[in-house]
Nanobody, 125 residues
Framework: VQLQAFGGGLVQPGGSLRLSCAAS????????VGWFRQASGKEREFVGG????????LYTDAVKGRFTISRENAKNTVYLHMNSLRPEDTAVYYC???????????????????WGQGTQVTVSS
């Protein structure tokens, strides 16, 4: 499966963005999908994920209550809805997918088979 992440941009603190992870080649519904981010000079970190064949989600504490993940199966796309954005959310955001990942491993980068290119999110006034 090929993944394409897009939707990043410059937004003011408190604003919102929606990132998209679009897949081609396979039915993304059958894949667990994770979102990760990497700020300049920092390690890549888990943001959130959605289980394969379902809608159950998992989020890192830093984004709980502000970010949500949803699927649009008709478009073979997974979204990361980001609200109440903060300057510390600034990073390159990546999506990843795996057909075999289990729910408890959604936060583990090495558990994913496929990665999309990153999309830059900058939160600044």
């Amino acid at each position: 499966v090929q993944l394409q992440a897009f939707g990043g941009g410059l937004v003011q603190p408190g604003g919102s963005l929606r990132l998209s992870c679009a897949a081609s080649g396979r039915n993304l519904r059958t894949y667990g999908v994770g979102w990760f981010r990497q700020a300049s000079g920092k390690e890549r970190e888990f943001v959130g994920g959605v289980r394969r064949n379902g809608g159950s989600t998992l989020y890192t504490d830093a984004v709980k209550g502000r970010f949500t993940i949803s699927r649009e199966n008709a478009k073979n796309t997974v979204y990361l809805h980001m609200n109440s954005l903060r300057p510390e959310d600034t990073a390159v955001y990546y999506c990843a997918a795996s057909p075999t990942i289990i729910f408890s491993s959604l936060s583990v980068p090495s558990a994913y088979h496929y990665w999309g290119q990153g999309t830059q999110v900058t939160v600044s006034s």
